[in-house]
């Protein structure tokens, strides 16, 4: 990661059930001592074929890695042979097995791949209805555009809060079920004071990683009247938001909002302690990456449209560039230019963008396997971008790695190697997930 980011935020995610908590034994490997909760006993989980630590001095080299050759290995920090060692809700120890300090309980991975939890930093979980018919006429060859938003804001607005919720809990519990242990979630489909806010206050009871986006479009409520709309989202609608948010974003493209209108936004989401995020080049080239740089925002979310000079600011500054295929894939659109980033230096996280509209699919290893074979990331690249890749996009320390200090919130593959999240695409190979140091799935 990128030296100088803030320091970890405290652990966001809301506790396991207890009876998931009571439960230690994974499907297809051998729990050797009792099962116990996350509590503070140390459990060591061990017999690890080929362990993704992200931390490059760990492990052995990579055969292709350009962003990181010159360090001298695998970006991954592969570790075969591996053990782990957790305590209470983090990791305490990784290595060779063969050096594992003693632990109360002991778990074997039956000679799979472990790796750590992904982090979801980009989607669009508040939402009610879907948007099949969309889906099936674009498959007939109609385009995409933005105006399709307006269907999910009308089934949204009309929706109960329970039926929101319902909605969040279900796809979030697909994709902890896929592997992800942190996501990101928006607003985005309310455009009213009261329905931004409640969208927010939902997500905020379900992760710490939430963003305000009133300025998705431009509300129906104000069809002749941007500028109207601007002052509310900068206004009313961001003091009602704030409270709820730790990032705020915009969609900056043609059909939604301008750079200047973006910039206003942003700023103003700024001056009341909330850090920009920003929907830019999905559908076209413009002016979003440009200010993600100027902003600092933590992440330019798309960059499917980018000039050179674009390439160049996302290389010389922090901002991470998020990838989500899922949208190109659903929109039948061009694939973003993975390699040009990468060899360009640009750190690239991949998301799954899940959204009723152009990408309804809540599944990492998914993603992972598009970016592999039509964005030509290489396996190692692709698991980076979506594990540490997704913690740099959150400014987030604590998490996407597996090292001593970090959250202990790990994957169980039912493979011997990560590389088959794209080797064998559309199987469940996900059979065992921590999160924070309890077995969830
Ligand atoms: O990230 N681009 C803007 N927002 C979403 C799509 C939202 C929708 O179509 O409902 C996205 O792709
Ligand atoms: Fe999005």
Redesign the pocket.
């Known amino acids: 990661m990128t030296p100088g980011r803030p320091p970890p935020r405290p652990a966001p995610e809301p506790a396991p059930t207890a009876d998931q908590a009571t439960e230690d034994a994974m499907s297809n490997a051998t729990t050797v001592s009792p099962a116990h909760s996350a509590s503070t006993a140390s459990t060591l989980i061990t017999n690890i074929a080929a362990l993704v630590t992200n931390d490059p001095s760990l492990g052995w080299g990579s055969p292709r890695s350009s962003k990181f050759e010159s360090g001298g290995g695998s970006p991954l920090g592969l570790i075969q042979d591996a053990a782990v060692v957790i305590e209470g809700d983090h990791v305490v120890w990784t290595g060779d097995q063969s050096k594992a300090p003693a632990t109360d309980n002991r778990v074997d991975a039956g000679g799979r791949a472990v790796l750590p939890g992904f982090v979801d930093s980009h989607s669009?979980l508040v939402f009610a209805g879907d948007r099949t018919q969309e889906f099936n006429a674009r498959m007939s060859g109609r385009a995409y555009s933005?105006g399709?938003?307006r269907t999910?804001v009308a089934a949204t607005r009309a929706a109960t809060d329970a039926e929101l919720e319902a909605g969040l809990t279900r796809y979030l519990a697909e994709a902890l079920r896929q592997g992800t242990t942190t996501f990101e979630t928006k607003s985005g489909y309310g455009l009213t004071v009261e329905d931004e806010a409640r969208a927010l206050r939902i997500a905020a009871a379900h992760t710490d990683e939430v963003t305000y986006l009133g300025a998705?479009i431009v509300s129906p409520d104000y069809p002749d009247d941007p500028a109207g709309y601007v002052s509310l989202v900068t206004g009313e609608m961001l003091d009602a938001c704030a409270p709820y948010a730790r990032w705020i974003d915009v969609?900056c493209e043609k059909g939604a909002f301008d750079g200047d209108q973006a910039r206003a936004i942003l700023m103003a989401g700024k001056a009341k302690g909330l850090h920009p995020r920003i929907?830019a080049n999905?559908l076209s080239y413009g002016p979003g990456v440009q200010l993600a740089v100027e902003l600092d925002a933590a992440s330019a979310d798309h960059c499917t449209h980018l000039t050179a000079e674009d390439v160049d600011a996302l290389a010389n500054s922090r901002t991470v560039a998020t990838l989500l295929p899922g949208?190109e894939f659903s929109t039948r659109a061009e694939w973003p230019n993975a390699r040009r980033l990468l060899d360009a230096g640009v750190t690239v996280a991949l998301s799954t963008?899940c959204?009723?509209?152009?990408?309804f699919t809540s599944s990492v290893p998914f993603c992972i396997a598009l970016a592999v074979r039509d964005m030509r990331m290489t396996p190692d690249e692709a698991v980076w971008s979506a594990t540490a890749g997704g913690a740099a996009a959150l400014r987030r320390e604590d998490i996407g790695r597996l090292t001593p200090g970090a959250c202990a919130d790990l994957i169980l593959l039912d493979a011997p190697s990560h590389v088959h999240l794209a080797y064998r695409p559309g199987v469940p190979l996900v059979s065992g997930v921590w999160r924070r140091g309890t077995r969830v799935a």
């Open positions: 669009h933005a399709g938003i999910t998705h969609f929907h999905q949208a963008d959204n009723p509209g152009s990408s």
